[in-house]
T-cell receptor, first 112, second 112 residues
């Protein structure tokens, strides 16, 4: 069975500090991978997606970047955090052409 | 990009009654419409979805209706229980496309 693991579970960071969030999916070969952001009480905003290793498309950047260094790994990062980066970051996967989207457990980020 | 409108934003119903959430979309190319349930502090979980080759789909107490001409789809929860209390999100996408557009969510409270 497929599993999706996000790390860390939660982070408290200072404004201006760097950030790296990770996501690993096991049990599926060459999945489509996504990063979503959700403000407290807000909707789900798609940030990035990747359909293959080394290829990432930006939907909404929010001064963040993403990379896919391995088939099963997706990384979200920034060199300088802003207060507005606070929220819930969700990694998700789907199979190409199937559309059905499955979310990881998420990382809760507080920027102070 | 696609715009998905979701109403109502807040819904309170008595236990045992039905709850209905309505969504509309703009892009006639959209052909996949999932619904997610998100409990506080948790990730969104897919509860039911419908593709454009169907007008109605039911899984136990969940019913989804799709009206392609009107570009509307809706979720109906029959015989609601307190465990149905959560945020519900609708979304639209289309096969082969990597963007999912989410509504702003409906906070459902089932009153015992």
């Amino acid at each position: 069975a497929q599993t999706i693991h996000q790390w860390p579970v939660a982070e408290i960071k200072a404004v201006g500090s760097p950030l790296s969030l990770g996501c690993t999916i096991k049990g599926k070969s060459s999945p489509n991978l996504y990063w979503y952001w959700q403000a407290t009480g807000g909707t789900l905003q798609q940030l990035f997606y990747s359909i293959t290793v080394g290829q990432v498309e930006s939907v909404v950047q929010l001064n963040l970047s993403a990379s896919r260094p391995k088939d099963d790994q997706f990384i979200l990062s920034t060199e300088k955090l802003l207060l507005s980066h606070s929220g819930f970051y969700l990694c998700a996967w789907s199979l190409g052409g199937q559309n059905t989207l499955y979310f990881g457990a998420g990382t809760r980020l507080s920027v102070l | 990009g696609e715009q998905v409108e979701q109403l109502p934003s807040i819904l309170r119903v008595q236990e045992g009654s039905s709850a209905s959430i309505n969504c509309s979309y703009e892009d006639s190319a959209s052909n996949y419409f999932p619904w997610y349930k998100q409990e506080p502090g948790e990730n969104p979980k897919l509860i039911i979805d419908i593709r454009s080759n169907m007008e109605r789909k039911q899984i136990q107490e969940l019913i989804v209706l799709l009206d392609k001409k009107a570009k509307r789809f809706s979720l109906h929860i029959t015989d609601t229980q307190p465990g149905d209390s959560a945020m519900y999100f609708c979304a639209a996408s289309y096969t082969g496309y990597q963007n999912f557009y989410f509504g702003k969510g409906t906070s459902l409270t089932v009153i015992p």
